[in-house]
Each structure stands twice: as C-alpha cells, then as structure tokens.
C-alpha cells in the first residue's frame, strides 16, 4: 500500500517522459463532444447527442423567460439556468472522466482554446448555389441557431486536465491553428479538404478520406507527439503554446506542417456512419 502511494507521489511531483508513455489527442467540437486518438490509431467518438437536446431545451426556456423580464420569470431563470450548467457539468465530468480512463500513463493533448468562439459559430450565410455571392441559411437553421445553448468546452479541458493529473496522466496545450484543414497523412493544407464543410475529410493532394472531427483529433495527437520527443530531447517540458511571440509561433507552424500520420493506411471510416 505505502508503495502505492508513493509511486502516486512521485508521479504527481515529478512527471517524466518515462512516466508519461503514450499520447493522444483530444478534439472537442458540436457534431461530436470529444474524439480522442491516440499516435497508434485507436479512436473514441464521445457524443452528446442525448444530452445536447436537453441543454437546448433549457436554452431556450432561458431566452423566454430572459425576454418576459417579471420577478417570477427572473426567480425561474435562475432556477433553468442552473439545470442547464449541472446538466452540461455532469456531461462534462462523464466524458472526461472516460477519456482519462482510456489512457492511462499519458499525455494528452487539448487545444488551444482561446478562439474556439469562432471557430464553433453557427452559419448565418452560405455560398449561393451558383458559387457567386452569398445569401442567408434557411428560416429553420437560424431558429435552431437561435436556441442553441453553447457547450462548455473549457470546462470539459479542465476537468480532463485535473483528473490526468490525479490519475498519473498530464494534460497540455497544443496550438490549435488549422487542426482541421490539415491533412494529417500528407500535409497538405486547405479549406478545401473539406467540401461542403461536411462530415468528411477529403484530401485535396493525396485523397485520403477521413472522419471530419477524427483529423482534429489526430492533428492534437501528432502535435502532442512533438511535445513529448521535445521534452525528452530538451528536458524541458512546454505545456502551453508560447502566443507571446510571433517568431515562436511561425516556427512552431513551420515545425507542424511536417508532422504526418504514419500508420493510416487502411481506408476504413472510423466513426462514419
Ligand atoms: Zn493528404
């Protein structure tokens, strides 16, 4: 028992790459919550679809009630509110607390969050038909854009890193600068690996066709790799990307568009259905 707990401590003070053998990647997203893989190919889809719905729901029971603006509407609010954050915190604690389990002695890779706003904005335009211009989406999509509640993805990055960390595991930052335009077999980046901004990746130069959100998850996983070989070169360990320093970034992007997937080979579509 009392070595137990000392190999606990010792993981907990000092991490190492020895202690710290494999890595994956985690992607987070609307479609899917998270999908993680990992460097040899495993894949995990955690999907929100019995939980998203609901949290919907109390979205837009909040946005009435925000508009109503009464005292009873008001002591409602508060209680709709606090469903929808438990609701999206219990969510959050079950996925991260699967992920963390499926890896153990691991580093995991999160992505930079700080424009995940952007990068998850509901469409409000789209390309007319006839490829010139642009025209609004349908009456129906910008109903369900209006009642879409946001997803807590912080949350779930933090409740991955802190239970990494009790479980021996880390969690650290990669950029998250093109994950999902970048082919992760050849390199080849560009908004046209994915037509139509669909549930398929298709590469544009070498023609590998992927699951859209499974090439976040692998791009996380390589850039994670890199941390890793970084650390046991350099012995020191870089848990956030450096976004002080331009310079430090455009050599990191120059370092990540040579990063490839070696052992996809097998034109399945994991996850696809
Ligand atoms: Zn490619």
């Known amino acids: 028992m009392k070595t137990v707990i000392t190999a606990k401590l010792k993981l907990l003070t000092s991490p190492a790459p020895e202690t710290h053998s494999s890595v994956a990647g985690v992607d987070v997203g609307v479609r899917y919550l998270a999908v993680t893989s990992t460097t040899k190919g495993d894949c995990t889809f955690h999907t929100g679809k019995s939980i998203v719905p609901k949290a919907n729901h109390y979205a837009r029971l909040r946005k009435r009630l925000q508009k109503k603006g009464t005292r009873s509407a008001t002591r409602r609010l508060v209680v709709i509110s606090g469903r929808e954050r438990r609701l999206k915190a219990d969510c959050n ?116 066709i992927l699951h859209a959100d499974l090439v976040g998850a692998r791009n996380v996983a390589l850039r ?30 120059l370092r990540y568009a040579e990063l490839r997937w070696s052992i996809d080979t097998s034109p399945r579509l994991p996850g696809v259905r």
């Open 93 to 208: 604690h079950r996925i991260s607390r699967r992920i963390v389990n499926a890896h153990p002695h691991c580093i995991i890779g999160l992505e930079d969050l700080t424009h995940i706003r952007e990068r998850t904005k509901r469409r409000t335009h789209k390309r007319k038909p006839n490829g010139k211009g642009t025209e609004r989406v349908s009456s129906k999509q910008r109903k369900s854009n209006r009642h879409a509640s946001k997803w807590a993805f912080a949350e779930l990055h933090s409740y991955i890193a802190y239970k990494a960390t009790l479980a021996g595991s880390m969690a650290v930052k990669v950029d998250a600068h093109y994950t999902s335009l970048a082919c992760p077999r050849c390199g080849y980046t560009s908004g046209a690996n994915r037509p139509n901004r669909g549930l398929l990746f298709v590469c544009q130069s070498c023609h590998a």
């Open 224 to 253: 994670t790799l890199l941390i890793r070989q970084d650390w046991m070169s350099t012995g020191v360990l870089e848990v956030s990307p450096d976004v002080s320093c331009d310079e430090a970034k455009a050599a990191r992007r």
